[in-house]
């Protein structure tokens, strides 16, 4: 199954409340926190949403 692996690059201060529960649904809390998430619906929802913030990788 292919996944992402995610990086919280830019910093969550100053976010809407909204993008920052986001963030840490993906279990990004501080910069340079990195996951790994399955490519599914949800988690593309969550990279469209705050992708100015990440830094999303592609792994097979």
């Not at 690059?9 to 909204?18: A, E, I, M, Q, T």
């Not at 649904?25 to 969550?46: C, M």
């Amino acid at each position: 199954m292919a996944t992402f692996k995610i990086k919280l690059v830019k910093s969550l201060n100053g976010r809407l409340d909204k993008h920052i529960a986001t963030a840490n649904s993906l279990g990004l809390r501080r910069i340079g926190d990195t996951t790994v998430q399955p490519d599914n619906p949800q988690t593309r929802g969550k990279i469209a949403k705050i992708g100015y913030l990440l830094q999303v990788e592609e792994e097979a």
